[in-house]
């Protein structure tokens, strides 16, 4: 790649590894419900590992509620976590309603 770009090895790599570190940080981050690469397709967060997330972070932070502020770092970290994983949860329903409702006035047009 780099004698095609008439680029530095280092240059290349440096660039190849920055791009893959945000795509990381992109599927990761529960921002988003699908992410499209070019020519590697699209990925998706899972409906059903989603609600066994929250589920599961929701019981944990119930059982720590009881833990003194040691614990008030990894509470806080997993609150968030819950907040953006709910939200996500949220815009996923929203598209599943919109996609239902062109779905529907697609059938009913063709009657």
Not at 13 to 28: A, G, L, N, P, T
Not at 86 to 106: H, S, T, V
């Amino acid at each position: 790649m780099a004698t095609l770009t008439e680029q530095s090895e280092s240059l290349v790599k440096d660039v190849i590894d920055f791009y893959w570190q945000e795509i990381r940080k992109s599927m990761s981050s529960l921002k988003h419900q699908r992410i499209h690469l070019t020519n590697l397709g699209d990925f998706t967060i899972k409906h059903w590992k989603m609600k066994q997330k929250i589920e599961n972070l929701e019981k944990w932070e119930e059982t720590n509620k009881q833990k003194g502020m040691q614990q008030m770092t990894a509470r806080f970290k997993t609150a968030e976590t819950l907040f953006d994983l709910k939200a996500l949860k949220q815009i996923m329903e929203e598209e599943n309603q919109r996609k239902d409702f062109i779905k529907l006035y697609k059938d009913e047009s063709k009657k």
